[in-house]
């Protein structure tokens, strides 16, 4: 079935690092892929999205490009900031079906 | 505009006993998804309904049912609540256009605690 890998966190950095968090998926056909952010105590936030190969998605200084030979969607920043601590999970859907899968989350924390 | 809301935000209750949470979509958006995150993890796929009919169930016992109503609300219903249950229930909505990357937009949960 399908499926979503991300980086085992915690991650802690610090201010103005550069982030990665990397995520490779299992799925058939061509699925959507998405990074949500879930901060302390919500629900969840639509980061980015792509729908095909090598579109990128980008918001808030974020991005990730969707890479089908390698079926990654890694999300990348530049220069992070204490507000980006949070929760961030990867996440995907098959055309046509209903459910999102995702991965477990890799929490982040930046320190100042 | 309004984005999804749910309702109640906590709910405390023991086992055995049945819950119904609630949800409103986005203005517009005729699909609604819900999920179950339990902490530490991922949130899981339960149930989605499009025009009050089920369209997709994810592996969840018959405990958990859900209908929407035609203002496209949606109520979810656990009875006999286990311990297990104890999660943050999410509701979701989209505009179902039926264009690939269709996307989810996430309501605040329901923090569901079961003792």
């Known amino acids: 079935g399908d499926s979503v890998t991300q980086m085992e966190g915690p991650v802690t950095l610090s201010e103005e690092a550069f982030l990665t968090i990397n995520c490779t998926y299992t799925a058939t056909g061509y699925p959507s892929l998405f990074w949500y952010v879930q901060y302390p105590g919500e629900g969840l936030q639509l980061l980015l999205k792509?729908?095909?190969?090598?579109d990128k998605g980008s918001n808030k200084g974020f991005e990730a490009t969707y890479r089908k030979e390698t079926t990654s969607f890694h999300l990348e920043k530049g220069s992070v900031q204490v507000s980006d601590s949070a929760v961030y999970f990867c996440a995907l859907i098959r055309r046509g079906a209903q459910k999102l899968v995702f991965g477990q989350g890799t929490r982040l924390t930046i320190n100042p | 505009d309004a984005g999804v809301t749910q309702s109640p935000t906590h709910l405390i209750k023991t086992r055995g006993q049945q819950v119904t949470l609630r949800c409103s979509p986005i203005s517009g958006h005729k699909s609604v998804s819900w999920y179950q995150q339990v902490l530490g993890q991922g949130p899981q796929f339960i149930f989605q309904y499009y025009e009050k009919e089920e369209r997709g169930r994810g592996n969840f016992p018959d405990r958990f049912s859900a209908r929407q109503f035609p203002n496209y609300s949606s109520e979810l219903n656990v009875n006999a609540l286990l311990l297990g249950d104890s999660a943050l229930y999410l509701c979701?909505?989209?505009?179902?256009?039926?264009?690939?990357?269709?996307?989810?937009?996430f309501g605040p949960g329901t923090r569901l605690t079961v003792l």
């Open positions: 979701a909505s989209s505009p179902d256009t039926g264009q690939a990357g269709d996307t989810q937009y």
């Open positions: 792509a729908t095909k190969a090598d």
